[in-house]
């Protein structure tokens, strides 16, 4: 079985808030965002795993 799971253009004008946060390029959308930023998009208390090194002070950094 198959979920559909619609695809979010812009998560910073969604209603959903999320768990946490993926951010796996570092394009430069991504660097200029501050924990401000991810804070306004986490459900609760950010949650911030960064792959490529493109935002500050995030929760893990791999």
Do not use: C
Not at 33 to 56: F, H, N, P
């Amino acid at each position: 079985m198959f979920f559909e799971v619609p695809f979010i253009n812009n998560p910073f004008e969604a209603t959903i808030k999320y768990d946490a946060i993926v951010v796996a390029v570092a394009h430069k959308q991504f660097i200029q965002l501050t924990g401000s930023d991810y804070q306004r998009i986490s459900a609760d208390q950010a949650i911030v795993i960064d792959v490529k090194g493109a935002v500050q002070n995030p929760t893990w950094r791999l």
